[in-house]
């Protein structure tokens, strides 16, 4: 089919140009994050494309730039050096073809490799009638041109959706590379996924290549019988400690956003043998996680903090779309495999370089009905690290209250009698005003670890070893800064609380 380089670059060009017409006014907000990347304008949601590239991190990701409000979708994309300190860069892609949707859907989420010294990128286009998977390229990471052989993958399986066919994530194994896309049998959703119907059954289709350009389909690494949900959106699938890991988006599943299953991989049936099943994060705001590896051998997560209207717990408008913009990304998670199978994570060590005034809290008993007061940086923008001796602890239930005022606050509550951890933003300031529950093994252990951090509309939550995590976003007014600890039902046995300031990551 060709590609026109000329329409792609005016469709560039009209992006950066509304851009800088707006991104002054937006950075204004007090609600724009401090040290999670957002982009300058528009609605944006999954991060993808995640690599190290030429000695630097390239971070893509879904971006509708004339809105706050999903759209006509194309790829953002941004730079850094440390995965903390980004750097925005003029959009990789924009819909320009008749393949790729540009009086459609737009250019959907993908993924990417180094080959041959190039950056490739392989996305979703969808157009009208389908969603087919495409290739662009670039020697220098800033310049992409979409491959004449474009669709590389123009049609799913014999039964399969083709509205539902997207999200490739490519690797290299022995002399071939691998695609996993996400799939639907039947009748199901998408040009919009307000509309979403969210029928019939998701499966993960595996293909492989020696060229790039011409794709087999080797089988379904994994079929949904509605426990996995009715669609598989944004698959990654990879090796880890020992064992394979599959990682999507489902649909279908009420409450639950990111599905990790972890066990052995079939190359030669195709086939993924899991043996154990959980979520990566249990938390309101949390999708399309994309995994990576940097040159020093770490396997990273990159997550998008945003929800679609179309889940149960987005009752009216609670977010910051009419404002002109929407979403962000989490910070950098580095991933480990558990010896009983399941996953753990942990911040980056990078985020340590934004902290500033450290303060240190001695270990002490919190009284009940007497709530503990502390300080961390200005109440809204830091990192809250405490310990808790659980064996000399009486207390039910200890409760954080987090950006507190008069009028609003948010609580984290940590049940010892049930398990549970609890997060509670039904007065955040939020239309979706609700409560949150997952399980807390440490609540029959010795020891209750918990690490915190606060951004100016987000709460990133790491406690049980990072095996528990919860990502949320509140929306409360900057006034609300109040922070403080309290136990219920008897004393809790505070060992220590450690807290910093954390500065703006921000590059223009």
Partial sequence: MGFNAKRHLEKIQLVEEYVRQHKVDIAKHPWREHYHFQASVGWMNDPHGLIQFQGKFHLFYQHHPFSGKWGTMHWGHAISEDLIHWEHQPEALAPSEDYDGWEGGGIFTGSAIVHQDELVLFYTGCAQDRQVQCMASSSDGYS????NHNPILADPPSGINPHDFRDPKVWRQGDCWY?????????????????????GLGKVCLHRSRDLKNWEFINYLVESHGELGTMLECPNFFPLDGKWVLMYSPMGLHDRQVIYLTGDFDEKTGKFHWHTMGSVDWGFDYYAPQHFCDDRGRDLLMAWVGSWPFMPWCRGNYDTSDLGWYGSITLPRQIRLCPDGKLASEPVSEIERLRENEQYYLPCVIHESEAFPFIAGDGVHCEIIASFDLQETSAKRIVFRLRGSRNQETKLEFDLVRGEMIFDRTRSGNISALQRKCLLESASQSKLNIRIFLDSISIEIFTDGGRTTMTNNIFSSPESNQLSISAFGGSARLLGLRTYGLRSSMIE
């Fill in 144 to 147: 992409f041109a979409k491959s």
């Fill in 179 to 199: 695609m996993v896309t996400g799939v639907t049998d039947g009748v199901s959703d998408l040009i919009e996924p307000s509309n979403c119907q969210r029928n």
